[in-house]
C-alpha cells in the first residue's frame, strides 16, 4: 500500500506543479496586461485548486503510512527528527509548507471569487497562487525527483 501511494503522490506532484506554474502564469499575465477574466481563467484557477487538493490528500495518507512520516516521528522521537536534515524534510518541512501552499492557493481562489472587475480578480489570484507557489517550489524534494 505505501509504494502504491508514493508512487501516486510523486507522479501527481508532476501535474501539481505544471498546473499551478500555468495558472499562476496566466494570473500575473492576466493581472500586468489589464486582460479580461473569462471563463479559461476561471477553470484554470479552479483547475490549480482541485489538483492540489487532491494531491494533499494522497499526501496526508503518506504521511500516515509511510516509513519517514508520522511512524519516524515515533519511532526517533522529535529530536533525532530535527537533527536529520532528510528525516525534517519529510516528516516535518514537506508536509507543513504543503499545508500552506493549499492554504493559500484555496485563500486566492476564495478571494477572488468575490472580486466583480477582472484586474482585483488577477490580483489575488497572482498574489496567492505566486506565494504558494514559491513555498511549494522550497519543499519538493529534487533529489527523489531526479534519482
Not at 57 to 76: A, E, K, R
Amino acid at each position: 500500500m505505501y509504494t502504491t501511494i508514493q508512487f501516486i503522490h510523486s507522479w501527481w506532484a508532476y501535474l501539481v506543479l505544471f498546473v499551478v506554474v500555468i495558472a499562476t502564469i496566466n494570473a500575473l499575465a492576466g493581472f500586468l496586461n489589464n486582460k479580461e477574466y473569462g471563463p479559461k481563467d476561471f477553470r484554470l484557477s479552479l483547475f490549480a485548486l482541485i489538483v492540489t487538493h487532491i494531491q494533499f490528500l494522497i499526501g496526508l495518507i503518506l504521511f500516515f503510512v509511510s516509513p519517514l512520516g508520522l511512524q519516524n516521528i515515533s519511532n526517533n522521537g522529535m529530536g533525532e527528527i530535527m537533527k536529520n536534515s532528510e528525516y525534517r524534510l519529510y516528516a516535518i518541512e514537506h508536509p507543513i509548507i504543503m499545508l500552506l501552499t493549499v492554504v493559500l492557493i484555496t485563500i486566492g481562489y476564495s478571494k477572488h471569487k468575490k472580486k466583480l472587475v477582472s484586474k482585483p480578480k488577477f490580483k489575488m489570484l497572482a498574489i496567492f497562487y505566486t506565494l504558494a507557489l514559491i513555498l511549494m517550489l522550497s519543499r519538493i524534494p529534487w533529489q527523489q525527483w531526479f534519482d
